[in-house]
């Protein structure tokens, strides 16, 4: 046997041998880039988020919970600290709770190499670029769909469908996009309660409480703090209200493409609930979750840092259906997003520090935001043909444990690293951080 088939056999023997330690070498080397990008310049939006306003005399926060809790981060962080230091204290916040996502998803995927997903380009532009807060819905909203699908393997379902809505509540207090969900949710916990021998009076009365919960605790820092409290006037309500607005009156005749969709999609969430097919309902509920966050962003136009948003069902769509497409369907959409955010002008000055960017024209922008919505929606409808049909394909890989399968989602990481490689060479404490 030659020699070099021999290493490779040994090299192989080894990853797999020492595969969870390897892959939680590489999860911290990964973290402590992130936190050494941290120290880099950040977008405009960062300081707005961590420093209070001022109207008329009196503190106004942009969300009660996130204000209080950044003027306290404040206090702390002022005592005797240096302006770059000052900048890396307000990013330890954004970073732990990503730690967080980190570890919870490694716990929970059964992909281990997926979780480097957690650093690809949708992290790093909204939590190293914007510093934004999103990080925070995206967490609970991987908690609330986890303890969802953990409701489908056990009877004792209640407390894992109420744990659930509690989590997605707690996304739903900085921004709404868990409100956009929640719909599909509501049919999954239906589906499950349909097969408990409750009264249906029971099973409604369930369904109704849930409903309440959610709603409680999504407005819960209203209530605790109403003086702080304005009605919400967000750039996600905002965006919203946007959409919403054609199906009004007039003058606004015409339809929201986003709303149309997004009726259509739960039609067919409906549909297909209520059939008495043997779908799984594990891959069921997880499709039309990513269905749901990927129509959103094909039709609405949104903002670049929203866009990790994606990275929970694309955790769980890579992880849990086997088909090699979807691996070349995510390589696109994060290669193709880093092109999609050096379109916005505010951010282009910010990119710059971190990594080779490109001046784009109009027509180019568009180009690359049509390129991005087409694959979005083919892989929607890849996912939902691999759901209903069932047709085995053969895998791209080795096999199902093969070692190339399990490296190819952290890829696109590399990418990352790869571009950033100029950025090792200058260093941040030659640059120094600023605000915009």
């Known amino acids: 046997m030659p020699a ?18 390897i892959v939680i070498s590489l999860l911290f080397f ?48 002022t005592i005797g600290y240096r302006y770059i230091l000052f900048q890396y204290w307000f990013m330890i916040p954004f970073l732990l709770m990503l730690l967080f996502f980190i570890i919870i998803s490694y716990l929970t995927l059964k992909n281990k190499w997926i979780t480097f997903i957690c650093f690809g380009t949708f992290s790093f532009i909204s939590i190293i670029i914007m510093g934004q807060v999103d990080i925070w819905c995206v967490f609970w909203i991987y908690v609330a769909i986890i303890l969802a699908l953990k409701s489908l393997e056990t009877e004792d379902n209640l407390k894992y469908i109420f744990s659930s809505v509690f989590a997605l509540g707690l996304s739903m207090q900085l921004k709404p996009f868990g409100g956009l969900i929640f ?8 589906m499950i309660l349909q097969k408990k021998s409750y009264a249906k009076f029971i099973k409604y009365n369930l369904l109704f409480l849930a409903t309440l919960e959610f ?13 702080f409290t304005s009605p919400p006037s967000g750039e996600a309500m905002w965006l919203f209200g946007l ?18 969709g997004y009726v259509i999609i739960f039609y067919d969430l409906w549909v297909n609930s209520q059939s008495n097919s043997k779908k799984p ?53 994060s290669v193709l997003f880093l092109f999609f955010s050096m379109q916005w002008g505010d951010i282009f000055i910010i990119l710059k520090y971190y990594i080779p960017i490109f001046s784009f024209t ?6 690359v935001v049509t390129l991005i919505s087409a694959i979005l929606l083919i892989w929607i409808f890849e996912l939902r043909k691999s759901l209903f049909t069932t047709v085995n394909e053969e895998s791209i890989f080795i096999n199902n444990n093969g070692v190339l399968k399990k490296i190819a989602p952290i890829l696109p990481a590399f990418l990352i690293v790869f571009l950033f490689l100029s ?13 915009l």
């Open 362 to 367: 109009y027509l180019f922008s568009s180009i």
């Open 215 to 227: 709603i409680f605790i999504s407005i819960l820092p209203s209530i605790i703090w109403p003086l």
């Open 423 to 435: 950025l090792l060479i200058i260093g941040p404490i030659f640059i120094g951080p600023i605000s």
């Open 4 to 21: 070099f088939l021999l290493i490779a056999r040994h090299i192989k023997h080894n990853i797999v041998k020492y595969e969870n330690k």
């Open 183 to 190: 719909p599909v949710f509501f049919v999954l916990f239906l």
């Open 281 to 333: 309902l594990n891959k069921l509920f997880i499709f039309y979750i990513f269905a749901t966050i990927a129509w959103f962003f094909i039709a609405v136009y949104s903002y670049a840092q929203w866009w990790i948003l994606l990275v929970p069902p694309l955790l769980l769509v890579l992880d849990n259906f086997e088909y090699k497409i979807n691996y070349v369907f995510y390589v696109f959409i």
């Open 30 to 77: 990964f973290f402590i880039f992130f936190c050494y990008l941290s120290a880099l310049p950040k977008h405009g939006d960062f300081w707005g988020i961590i420093s209070p306003g001022i109207q008329n005399g009196k503190t106004v926060y942009y969300n009660p919970f996130i204000g209080i809790f950044f003027e306290f981060w404040y206090k702390i962080g």
């Open 243 to 260: 959409q919403l607005a054609p199906v009004q009156f007039p003058p606004y005749h015409t339809i929201s493409i986003w709303l149309l």
